[in-house]
């Protein structure tokens, strides 16, 4: 089992930049499917990016391809959202998520879950 503890979320104005962090704790990441969902209110909760567990392996939602970089790094154990030009519209909770089998875009691909990072973009 996978402990999962986001950080790194805050506000920033339009066309600004956040780094998002996934610690885990309990398994390594190597071992692991990871990836990063969003939602904001009154909506469900969206794919953003995943990365395999060899870390060869990415994808990224439409709407935020060339902004989103996910990445990690095994010898800190930890996952990296890297967000650049953000606009109002990326405002949302930030969840990362962890699965030893399934390389999934939807919420039910991921068994382990963060309690999530507040990202608000002002305009």
């Known amino acids: 089992q996978v402990q999962l503890v986001e950080s790194g979320g805050g506000l920033v104005q339009a066309g600004g930049s956040l780094r998002l962090s996934c610690a885990a704790s309990?398994?390594?990441?190597?071992?692991?499917?990871m990836g990063w969902f969003r939602q904001a209110p009154g909506k469900g909760r969206e794919f953003v990016a995943y990365i395999s567990r060899g870390g060869g392996g990415t994808s990224y939602a439409d709407s935020v391809k060339g902004r989103f970089t996910i990445s990690k790094d095994n010898a800190k154990n930890t996952m990296y959202l890297q967000m650049i030009s953000l606009k109002p519209e990326d405002t949302a909770i930030y969840y990362c998520?962890?699965?030893?089998?399934?390389?999934?875009?939807?919420?039910?691909?991921?068994?382990?879950w963060g309690q999530g990072t507040q990202v608000t973009v002002s305009s």
């Open positions: 309990g398994r390594t990441v190597s071992a692991y499917t």
């Open positions: 998520a962890a699965d030893r089998l399934h390389l999934a875009t939807t919420p039910s691909g991921y068994e382990y």
